[in-house]
């Protein structure tokens, strides 16, 4: 397979939680690139409308989707004590803003049945994967369907094994980037903030353990990242923080604003919002919860009120404020104007 499969070197990363809409993936597909659409956090019928309004717009685009994690539904009884110890760490929070830390929530597997199906019924040119790998008959009932399928990886062994379930692709993320790690093998996540080599370097050492087009992914802000990834073997490279703050960007103002903030000035992955390690500005949140349990999505049902209510107030100490490393080169403006700097 060539890169042809996706006919530009820019991919905009799918940014669950209402950043990449179809009106921003639509902004990107008439400007040279190609978006993805997030299935995260929504239900089917949400998805599928998502789907509607891109294709009714003209755009290519792909959807990705999160692949539940069988040993979070439900967690162990250790685990399930943490998460309790961690709802009352919460209640001075949620007291802050006059909420209530809601009773843990078990059984979320973000639709995963339902929305295969539908993916099936209905396919998307590309169907991506975070979180895990969707499993071998997944992968070639959706080829069947005619979407190509790729995986997101972090590492080598996690490349090797997505390979073995017979994707077409792999989006080979580094610790750099902004949101949510993908990784899916123990350890390969990790609360660690340490990022071995570059980005290009892990492009490099999965382009030598596997032969799929790679999309390279974490970091890439300049005309000067993208062309090291495509150097090191990549056939494009994701983009998310580099599009956070554009005019068409779906990310709240309060978001966009901090980015450009001198307020904040660092990065760390951390599970404080979601269970998860996903990389984001320092702020009293993240400071005050280095400890969060590692329980996605548990964690992310009992601080979705609080996150809420600190965007409804405009406090910007108790969002997620994902960002990549590289957060301080995002700039303002549309999207054609980011593309135009990175293809120019």
């Not at 399928?149 to 997505?162: F, K, M, N, R, S």
């Not at 049902?301 to 957060?327: C, K, M, Q």
């Amino acid at each position: 397979m060539s890169h042809d499969v996706f006919g530009t070197r820019i991919i905009a990363a799918p940014m669950a939680g209402g950043t990449s809409t179809p009106a921003f993936v639509k902004a990107v597909h008439d400007a040279g690139g190609l978006g993805f659409l997030a299935a995260g956090y929504k239900d089917v019928a949400a998805m599928q409308a998502e789907i509607r309004a891109a294709r009714a717009a003209g755009a290519r685009f792909g959807m990705n989707v999160f692949v539940p994690d069988p040993a979070q539904l439900p967690p162990s009884t250790a685990v399930r004590a943490r998460l309790e110890e961690y709802r009352v760490l919460l209640r001075p929070d949620a007291l802050r803003y006059g909420v209530e830390v809601p009773p843990l929530r078990l059984d979320d597997d973000d639709h995963w049945p339902g929305k295969i199906d539908a993916l099936l019924a209905d396919p998307p040119e590309l169907v991506s994967f975070a979180f895990g790998l969707p499993g071998s008959d997944v992968v070639r009932a959706l080829q069947r369907a005619g979407s190509t399928v790729l995986a997101t990886v972090t590492t080598v062994p996690e490349a090797l094994e997505a390979a073995g379930q017979g994707v077409d692709a792999l989006v080979v993320q580094h610790a750099g980037a902004g949101g949510h790690s993908a990784a899916f093998h123990p350890g390969a996540g990790g609360q660690s903030d340490s990022r071995p080599g570059t980005t290009a370097e892990l492009v490099s050492r999965v382009r030598s353990a596997v032969g799929l087009p790679l999309v390279a992914a974490g970091g890439v802000m300049d005309r000067a990242g993208l062309d090291a990834v495509l150097a090191a073997g990549a056939q494009a490279a994701q983009l998310g923080t580099a599009f956070l703050r554009t005019d068409e960007s779906g990310a709240r103002q309060l978001h966009k604003d901090a980015l450009a903030s001198p307020r904040f000035t660092e990065t760390r992955l951390t599970r404080a919002f979601t269970g998860r390690p996903a990389r984001a500005l320092v702020n009293e949140f993240v400071r005050d919860h280095p400890d969060a349990p590692e329980s996605y999505p548990a964690v992310h049902h009992l601080t979705a009120p609080l996150r809420a209510a600190a965007a409804a107030a405009g406090d910007a100490e108790r969002l997620n404020l994902w960002a990549g490393t590289g957060w301080q080169q995002a700039r303002a403006g549309s999207v054609a104007e980011v593309m135009a700097g990175l293809l120019g």
